[in-house]
C-alpha cells in the first residue's frame, strides 16, 4: 500500500485548507486511515482517524470543532477539513493506514503499517 499526501500550504491564522491522502495498492476493506502532525521538535501527535466504514471517527481535543474527517471510498482517499487555523496548526501532517485497527488503539501511531510523505502546513498569525 501506498500513501500520497498532498494539501498543505502557508495560510493566515483563521484560513481553511484540506488535507488529502490517497492510498493505492492492496486493498483491505478493514482499514483504518488517520492523521498525525508532527511539529519541529515535538513528537507525532495524533490528530484524528476513521475507519474505512465512515464509522469511529475521533479527533484530538485541540482540533475538535475545526477539523473534519471524511473518506471517499471510490477514489480510496481520505480528507482532513482543516478550517479556523491557528499557529499552533502548523507541522507536518502525515496521513496512516491500518489494518484491523482496534478502537481503543487508533490513537496509538505504532499500530499503523504504512504511511504516507507527509505534507507542510504552515500558519501565520
Known amino acids: 500500500v501506498q500513501l500520497q499526501a498532498s494539501g498543505g500550504g502557508l495560510v493566515q491564522a483563521g484560513g481553511s485548507l484540506t488535507l488529502s491522502c490517497a492510498a493505492s495498492?492492496?486493498?483491505?476493506?478493514?482499514?483504518?486511515m488517520a492523521w498525525f502532525r508532527q511539529a519541529p521538535g515535538k513528537e507525532r501527535e495524533f490528530v484524528s482517524t476513521?475507519?474505512?466504514?465512515?464509522?469511529?471517527?475521533f479527533y484530538t481535543d485541540s482540533v475538535k470543532g475545526r477539523f473534519t474527517i471524511s473518506r471517499d471510498n471510490v477514489k480510496k482517499t481520505v480528507y482532513l477539513q482543516m478550517n479556523s487555523l491557528k499557529p499552533e496548526d502548523t507541522a507536518v501532517y502525515y496521513c496512516a493506514l491500518g489494518n484491523r485497527v482496534i478502537t481503543s488503539q487508533a490513537m496509538n501511531p505504532s499500530v499503523y503499517e504504512f504511511w504516507g510523505q507527509g505534507t507542510q502546513v504552515t500558519v501565520s498569525s
Open positions: 476513521i475507519r474505512w466504514s465512515g464509522t469511529s471517527i
Open positions: 495498492g492492496r486493498s483491505y476493506n478493514t482499514y483504518t
